[in-house]
């Protein structure tokens, strides 16, 4: 039985409303606000790149007093972003290194926009369900680029999300290769197709985005057949599930492919931290699955779909386990539950923004 052993979140501390970047554009920013469902979003600081997200993420795994492993047991590092530092040099073995990793592991960098760090949970999960690796971790970072004046410039944000793979038998009695799992992974699977909605060319800074792809040919086409395929898979129905978690381009998109499938506003809205952060892309549905966890008690389902523009979508089944309350306790007394991240905050105006993205 593949799951998560531990996990690690990292929001930088910036923020910057919604309704200031719009007041820059002449905008009202009640109407930008009220249509796309956020607040306000992370910035990373001007010393803060996929790099040193990721890295502050995974520490959290590790800094845990009461998390017995060490870095250098970890076998597989999967890293996945659309903001990697270099064209051709890895984010993970930078990761790796920093975090003391040593060199007997499996190393690799994962781009599929949003959606780049799921795939590589799932890669890690095939290791392990074969017996090839024992622990393998994940990490979906991004520091968001978007154009000045554009659309994406309201939402793309910072963040980063760890989690540290493992398996153990499928009796649940015997420990995994690094402690008792906090959550099983029941089933996965996948929907993809060529849909052209965003994409970026090599040596071009800011994203591109085909408008009339985004919504219904894009991430509703492919959240809904990786979801159906899964409840396919599963035989299962969303009353089965106590928790959901889709990918948060904004906050409309989540609450109405939640609708459409037949989930619950209480079922979707411990995962909603959009509205707060923003879109940090790679790390976003990731994100939302930790805000789940930090809640979640013992024996509950999850059901989570990914998305990445291109297109594709990765969803997930997952159950709590029994260790997932000593994991929250922990998480809550060092301060680094997705919820404390979120409320440990300093605004900025939009100049000093463009200072730490690096546009002017």
Known sequence: MVG?????????????????IAAAWKKEGSEVTSSLKVQEKSVAGADEDAVTIALEAALKIF???????????????????ESHPYAVNPTSTIVGELLGLGNNYLAADFEFACKAATAGMQAVAGLLASGQSRLGLVIGTDSAQSKPHDVLEYTSAAAGAAFLLSREARSGSAR?????????LLSYTSYSSDTPDFWRRDGVQY??????????????????????????????QPSDYDYCVFHMPNGRFPREVAKRLGFTEAQLA????????????????????AAVLDVA?????????????????????????????????????????????????????????????HKI
């Open 63 to 81: 800094d845990d007093k009461n998390f017995q492993r060490k870095p250098s047991d970890v076998e597989v590092l999967f890293v996945g972003s």
């Open 176 to 184: 995994s290769a690094g402690g008792k799992l906090i959550a099983h």
């Open 297 to 357: 008690g013992s024996g509950k389902k999850i059901f989570m779909v990914s998305y990445g523009s291109g297109a594709g979508s990765d969803g997930f089944v997952w159950e709590t386990t029994e260790a997932l309350v000593k994991s929250q306790k922990s998480k809550v007394k060092s301060q680094s539950s997705v919820q404390q991240q979120i409320q440990h905050k300093t605004y900025i105006d939009y100049v000093q923004y463009l200072k730490q993205t």
């Open 270 to 289: 411990p995962s909603l931290v959009v509205g707060e952060i923003g879109n940090p892309y790679s790390a976003s549905s990731l994100l939302a699955l």
């Open 207 to 236: 994203p591109t985005h085909a408008g009339r792809f985004t919504g219904e040919p894009a991430y509703f086409a492919h959240v809904m057949g990786a979801a159906q395929r899964l409840f396919e898979k599963t035989h299962s």
């Open 4 to 20: 998560i052993l531990s996990y690690g979140t990292y929001i930088p501390t910036y923020r910057i409303r919604l309704a200031d």
